[in-house]
């Protein structure tokens, strides 16, 4: 006789992957079952993220200290030495807090590396607003030590009439300065004592050739028509070159008494260098002359 086997069939049950970010909920009424139901969970918000660095403080009380005291002895420096000396300076306060802010001590630079893109536009105002205060605390800490001898008369500004000699040596003088940066900073091998002192050495070639191109056109100047105090050339009323709006911010020009030979009295006027020819000279400077060493670069350029 023969026998017959029920077949059973087996479903297989493939597993779902678990859904994210939900909860299941059982709900219970009156008279039925208890039944189940998947609610979703909203996704917790992402964290906002500040586009500023967080040690932004450090970074603006840096940049006060630098041009502080680069301005310090940009003003109290021979003028012979002075390259020297701002070299050196800017080695130190590079070693001192270049590890903090990056040691731009100077709106030129902070725009050159804008312009290279190795620093957010959004950080601009935060270095330049430092680095300005750090040249007029320069000016009120020497007007407290010599009784006022500093007085900056800002209404000096000749837009319209720029001088374009001195815009060209402020900007090439910029340009070898932000040349020799770029390539400093772009060399990954060398320690940071070498870096630092490699930055202040660029800083001082800058100075020397701006001051050796200013003696070249105040040497050029036709002194014998000059008959009148008021008839000197601006460019012969500038003391030397600056590469640094923050520096030129605290620098004066040379009064009518320097020329005269006669004692300065305190109705003179003292103009700051704080001048267009200056501001604009320095930033286009900057921007080529970092650019330039990228072009120059090429392979070895990274962001």
């Not at 004592?193 to 490699?198: D, I, L, P």
């Amino acid at each position: 006789m023969a026998t017959k086997k029920a077949a059973s069939t087996k479903k297989a049950t493939a597993k779902k992957p678990a859904a994210a970010n939900k909860t299941t909920v059982r709900t219970v009424s009156a008279g039925a079952k208890p039944a189940s139901r998947t609610v979703a969970t909203p996704v917790a918000r992402e964290r906002k993220v500040s586009a500023l660095p967080g040690n932004i403080v450090n970074i603006v009380f840096a940049e006060i200290v630098g041009t502080f005291v680069l301005t310090l002895v940009a003003l109290l420096a021979f003028k012979e030495t002075g390259a020297l000396y701002l070299g050196l300076a800017f080695a130190l306060t590079t070693l001192a807090v270049g590890a903090v802010s990056g040691a731009h001590f100077n709106p030129a630079v902070t725009f050159g590396l804008w312009s290279m893109r190795r620093l957010k536009a959004l950080l601009l105002p935060f270095y330049w607003g430092s680095q300005l205060l750090g040249g007029m605390l320069a000016v009120i800490v020497i007007n407290l030590l010599t009784n006022g001898s500093l007085k900056l008369d800002f209404g000096h500004f000749n837009l319209l009439n720029m001088n374009w000699a001195l815009f060209g040596i402020e900007m090439i003088g910029a340009a070898v300065f932000m040349f020799g940066l770029a390539a400093i900073i772009n060399r990954r091998e060398l320690t940071t004592v070498s870096r630092a002192f490699g930055v202040g050495t660029a800083f001082a070639v800058g100075l020397l050739v701006a001051s050796s191109l200013l003696a070249s056109v105040q040497g050029a100047v036709d002194t014998s028509k000059i008959t009148e105090v008021k008839d000197i050339p601006h460019e012969l009323r500038v003391k030397s070159a600056t590469l640094n709006p923050a520096i030129a911010l605290a620098a004066t020009e040379q009064g009518d008494s320097s020329f005269t030979g006669t004692r300065a009295d305190s109705k003179e006027k003292q103009y700051s260098r704080f001048t267009w020819e200056v501001i604009a000279g320095t930033l286009i400077g900057a921007a080529v002359g970092g650019n330039l060493y990228l072009l120059v670069a090429g392979a070895r350029r990274h962001d």
